[in-house]
């Protein structure tokens, strides 16, 4: 005979809150959370989202339209974490574009998702690039060149922080970056490599905060030799 003891607690609210047989109800609060929290310990998929909200991906698309949607509301989530742009004011345009580039690495370091969704997941709305391009454009640059300038610093500092994240990762795991190796092999003397070895580097040659300076340095030296390029002092 069946143990009706057994048989207590098998009810809809002890066994998950979910009632068999029926599909639980989501609603876009409920998406824009799941989306949250699976984004910030894995990808944002259909299926890690369907299984967080306890339905089947088909229910979720209908709820949704698709992939693109959730990575679009992680995109807006992940832009509501990165604060403020720099202030241009007391600046000339090359100092402003260093501090936000500056801005830029310290959002990718501190939210690494960002840079799977980049662009989308910095400015889903373009409020950011319509800010950016107004304020170059008031420094003097061409309102097309301006927003070509701030893709290129972002496009530009986006690749450099990948390949940073890539060499914290690696010295965090105990292997040896790309730059250590490079190190050693001129310490060691490397007969095929005469022009580096001629270099004598050193340990700041191969500072992330250096080399990221240097390379912020380069890109806003690059923007300066466009034609119609305003004077480097130029202030707002």
Sequence with gaps: MADSDGLKGKTPENNGGRRRGRTPSINQELIKQAVRDVGDTAEVTMHGVASELGVNVTTLYRHTGGLDT??????????????????????NWCEWLTELANFYRDAFIVNPGLLQYAQAALDPEFERLEQATEVLAAYGFAPREAARAHAFLVNNVVGYVHQELQ?????????????????????KGAE???????????????????????FV???ID????????????TET
Excluded: H, Q
């Excluded at 095929?192 to 240097?214: E, I, K």
């Design 70 to 91: 959730l990575r679009r509301i992680y995109a807006s989530y992940l832009s509501e974490r990165v604060g403020d742009m720099p202030s241009a004011s007391g600046k």
């Design 167 to 187: 060499t914290r990762a690696e010295i965090a795991g105990g292997s040896t970056p790309t730059y250590a190796r490079l190190a050693e092999t001129l310490k």
């Design 192 to 214: 095929t490599l005469p022009m580096l070895s001629a270099l004598s580097l050193d340990d700041d040659d191969f500072d992330l905060d250096t080399n990221f300076r240097y």
């Design 217 to 219: 340095n380069y890109t």
């Design 222 to 233: 690059g923007i300066a030799t466009r034609p119609g390029a305003p004077s480097v002092n």
